[in-house]
């Protein structure tokens, strides 16, 4: 949601890129204007998955706020994976400035090192994958992201936690579906 507000260019849009430019996140009331306008929309009816939200305890709050009024039942899935693990996979992503593609220098490699497999684009890193943002993101993270699972717990929000490491996404997307299927919640 944040990637398309920014390549349309809004005002929205152009208050995210300063933010994330610097690292840091985008104001909680920005976030949840944005989520509340999406989950009104048709396709979200019969549910829907908000993924990298809530990232601060004041985001799960006005979150609770949408959705106690919209009798909407939710669970948490809490997806364990080392830090270590996240800042390579992090250093290792590249993307093509052309068509968009994404590539990983160690799960997904182009076949010509650096090099876009569909247009033969020079592949470039993020500016948010740039190793001094992630830091900060990292920081951000440990200040705001990690008391938020404290908060959803006290709240009494059901909670899967889910090894998110060594396996395939298809694999762990299996994982969860078992949790629920077997009332782990
Ligand atoms: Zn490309």
Redesign the pocket.
């Known amino acids: 949601m944040l990637r398309a507000h920014l390549a349309a260019g809004d005002k929205l849009g152009k208050e995210i890129a300063a933010v994330m430019q610097s690292g840091g996140l985008v104001p909680d009331e920005t976030v949840n204007r944005m989520v509340e306008e999406r989950i009104e929309e048709a396709d979200c009816k019969e549910g829907f998955l908000l993924d990298g939200f809530p990232r601060t305890v004041s985001q799960a709050v006005l979150l609770g706020g949408l959705l106690t009024p919209r009798h909407i039942q939710t669970v948490v899935v809490h997806l364990k994976v080392d830090y270590n693990v996240v800042i390579s996979r992090i250093a290792g992503r590249r993307q093509?400035p052309?068509?968009g593609?994404l590539y990983s220098v160690t799960s997904n490699a182009p076949t010509v090192s650096e090099v876009?497999d569909?247009?033969g684009?020079k592949l470039i890193v993020r500016d948010d994958d740039r190793p001094e943002v992630v830091e900060q993101r990292l920081k951000a993270y440990e200040v705001q992201t990690a008391p938020v699972l404290a908060y959803l717990k006290q709240a009494g929000y059901s909670i899967l936690d889910i090894e998110g490491e060594g396996a395939s996404p298809q694999v762990i997307a299996r994982r969860i579906e078992k949790a629920i299927e077997e009332g782990r919640v």
Do not use: G, L
Request: aromatic share 12%.
């Open positions: 093509c052309t068509c593609a876009c569909y247009d684009s």
